[in-house]
């Protein structure tokens, strides 16, 4: 088991219901960008999230209203307290409306964070809580698997870019098969993806501009790809962003082929 249930005890509060412990490998940076990042909730988390509206946010947290997968509208609000290194989610309105989650972290290591999770959910009977908060680390842990997916994911982007800064890149690389597709390559210190849509030869950046989410996702009908952690999407020709957003792809280098061979520069 990569996580701890801790009971409620019988002299807690009545709507404790039970606290979870795990340890994550990212650093506190990543976990207070993670807390503050609403937008991901219903694409990292789709099995939880199936939409979310902004009400407010700022440095403080934010609030917003929720979907759940079933259809079911919640207003949502976290509060994060860097100097207790916490943060505080409440459900003001919903199903369960009055819970709330308490998160504390303990750095560990220069990117490992103890999380000390708890539970308190209003009007749950004496015999259920454990069940009740058995259900909420069940959740936790589905929710912390795919968070740090993300922040493990950017973190090693962020690493290598700053080490690309370090090294003297090529601006040129040759691509001697592309039978299998796409095709990373590594140019001038940037992973790039090379494909194919409508018959024609096209590159792309591998990694999201928002947060450097990964664009792996095939090419859809429209020739866009769409970065899994929030959603947005990107036509792979012009590197614009078609939900209108201010995030372009930015430059990428041109693409020829000579006997087969692809050859792409900067």
Known sequence: MRYEFVPANNDSRLD???TYKRTVPVSLERMYENALDWEHLPHLHSSSFAAIKMVACGAWGWRARVT??????SLLELRLD??????????????????????????????????????FVPNVPAPSRDKVGMAYARAYETLYDEDVWMMSERQRRLDQRLDSIRVKEST????PDASALP????????????????DEWVVYPAACPHQLGPLTDPINEQGEVTCPWHGYRFDVRSGRCTLGGSQQLGRVPTVAEKDGTLILTF
């Open 68 to 73: 759940s997968p079933g259809g079911e509208d």
């Open 183 to 198: 095709v990373a390559v590594v140019l001038a210190g940037r992973d790039f993806l090379v494909n194919r849509f409508a």
């Open 82 to 119: 860097r100097s207790c290194r916490r943060w505080i989610t409440r459900n003001i309105e919903g199903p369960s409306q009055g819970a709330e989650i308490w998160t504390h972290v303990f750095a560990t290591g220069e990117r490992q964070l103890d999380l000390v999770i708890d539970f």
């Open 172 to 175: 040129q690389v040759e691509v």
């Open 16 to 18: 404790h219901v039970g």
